[in-house]
């Protein structure tokens, strides 16, 4: 995703040196941008609660054997 | 007597260069005032600066003018959010032009796209808490630019010096009226709201707004992290009382003193067209923390430099900062102007 928007904006500033970068896109731009970043919160806060999940008694139980 | 590592007016004479003292003062220059004379003098008064842009200083560029045409295409000329917002985007990205950003670096032009977008949904146009004010002339205040006229004159044209600022946003806050300014970081933290309580920027605002009659309580700091994968936004409130503008203006005053005393140490001649002719650099030296601070002085090789102007040459170029038309020109094009108001004067 993160390579597809580095293409865009590569795109929209061509376009602004060209000065023939349009208000729609602009419009386009914002949307994907939101969109892209909500993605991309969201995966991040996923990963964050697949942790692995600690046995707290197998943790005890090898305590006890030392 | 010092003979080397200061610049003489030899080496001036041979390269051409006039240092003038500054008709316009403002936060920036008095900063690097304060922080070493010498920096001051090579940045303000001969218009030394680094050849090649900072990130910072085009990113942050960027991004201010992407608020600022967001806020104006909301506020003053009555856009939809959505339209305010892909208005202001495309100010950033033309703002930001073709610079390359070093490759260490998270201010890349696709995140302060990101950062824009980010900041307009944390703060939404219309829905933020913040009304920018009416001024008396119908603007609002948005990138609001004041011009203060000072008791001090000019040691050549003997005009009033002026004090100048221009502040991102006036608003209605919370029953108050704010200085709101953005700032855009790499690291916000615990610490980060508190650098701002003495910050002579800020106070600066708020004693223009008192001479000016819009009398502000403080400012707001909106900081914004820019990271390689994320962004984050604090908020920050820093008061300032009648006392504490007051003060301000004291030391002001007595930084210009300094700063017109230094000026005149060397001086034996004085031209009307505002040229002057110095014997030596009676210019102080900050060789400690200011060498340092903020990732190290631009000037540091050159105060190492047993000849300054061959560093200076290498790695810098002459531009003068206009702090009213709040443009850089380059220094052929300042000196031709200047010329061009002698005559007219005469």
Known sequence: MQADINEKVQEWRMKAEAGTLTLPEMREAIAYLRASRKTATESARKKGTSKKVINSKQLLSELEGL | MREQGIITQEMREELGITPRFPEVIDSSMLSAFR??????????????????ESVHLVAGGAFAKGVEI?????????????????????????????????????????????????????????????EPITLPSGRRGIEFSFAEMLEKVHPV?????LFSGRADMIAEFAGGIYNFDEKTTTQLGQKWGLQWDLRSQFTSYCWAGRRCGVPMQGTIIRGISILKTKYDTQQAITYRADWELDRWEEMLYLDLTRMLEMW???????????????????????????????????????????????????????????????????????????????????
């Open chain 2, 157 to 161: 044209t003997g005009n009033p010096l």
């Open chain 2, 35 to 52: 922080a070493c004379p010498y920096k001051a003098y090579l940045n303000y008064f001969e218009h030394w600066h680094p050849k090649f």
């Open chain 2, 70 to 130: 967001a806020r104006k295409a909301f506020y003053e000329d009555g856009n939809s959010p959505e339209t305010s917002e892909a208005l202001g985007l495309q100010a950033l990205i033309a703002d930001y032009g073709l610079f390359e950003c070093p490759p260490d670096s998270a201010k890349s032009l696709e995140r302060m796209c990101g950062a824009l977008e980010f900041y307009l949904c944390q703060y939404p146009l219309g829905d933020d808490g913040a």
């Open chain 2, 264 to 346: 005149e140490i060397a001086t034996y001649n004085q031209n009307l067209d505002g040229s002057c002719v110095r014997a030596g650099n009676p210019w102080d030296r900050n060789t400690d923390s200011a060498c340092n601070d903020y990732g190290g002085c631009q000037f540091r090789q050159v105060c190492k430099a047993k000849n300054p102007y061959s560093i200076l040459q290498t790695n810098f170029s002459r531009r003068v900062w206009d702090p009213l038309q709040h443009r850089e020109v380059p220094i052929e094009e300042w000196e031709a102007n200047l010329a061009l108001e002698a005559k007219e004067v005469k």
